[in-house]
C-alpha cells in the first residue's frame, strides 16, 4: 500500500503490467517500466514510470513519427507519479555459441555451461529451474546478465541479491557449486 506520497514498487509493478500493453500500441515507445528518473544525464532518486522511444519528438512532431504524447505523470493508488521518457535503440545482437556438454550422454541443457547460454535450465536459489532466454548487455558499462522470466529468475519470494543457479535446482541440487550470479533486477 501506498504510504504519505509513496507508491509501492508491487503497486508500480501492477500499474506497468496492467497498463503497459496499452502504451506499447504507441509505434514509438520500445519499451515501459520503472526507474530512476533522469535528469540532466544522471540517475536522480525519483522513481518515476520510464519510457524508452525509439526517438523524441516535440509535440507537433508526434504524428509524424507515428506516435502519441506520453503523459508527464501517471496517477497510481491515488498518487501522481512522474513519468521519463528516454531514447534508446535496440539493435539485435546474436552470436554463435558452441553447446558441446561436459558430461557424456548428460542433457546439455540441464549440464553446468560457461559461459551460460539461452536454453540452458537456470533459476533462482528456491525455485526449481527454468531456461536462460537471452544475454543482454549494460548499455553503459558492456557486462553482460542473462535474461529470463521473471517466475524463473525472482518469483514472488525473491529480492535483489539473492543467488542464480546454473543448472536451476531441479536440474542439478548441487546449489553451492552452480552458484551462476545473483538477481540484479526483477
Known sequence: MATGT????????????????K????RNI???????KIKDGKETK??????????????EQLE????GEI???????GIDVPTDVLQRSYEPGARLVNMTHKLQNADPRKTAMDPVVPGVSIGHVNISAGTAGAV???AKTGAPYILSNWHVLCGPDGRVGDSITQPG??????????????????
Open 30 to 36: 520500445t519499451s515501459i517500466g520503472i526507474g530512476y
Open 23 to 26: 502504451f506499447l500500441k504507441n
Open 64 to 67: 509524424s513519427i507515428h506516435g
Open 71 to 77: 503523459p508527464k505523470k501517471v496517477q497510481i493508488e
Open 136 to 138: 543482454v548487455y549494460n
Open 46 to 59: 525519483d522513481i518515476c514510470v520510464q519510457f524508452t522511444v525509439a526517438q523524441k519528438a516535440l509535440p
Open 169 to 186: 535446482s531441479y536440474d542439478d541440487n548441487r546449489v553451492d557449486q552452480n552458484r551462476a550470479g545473483f538477481l540484479v533486477r526483477s
Open 6 to 21: 509513496k507508491v509501492s514498487m508491487e503497486a508500480l509493478k501492477a500499474y506497468v503490467r496492467r497498463e503497459g500493453r
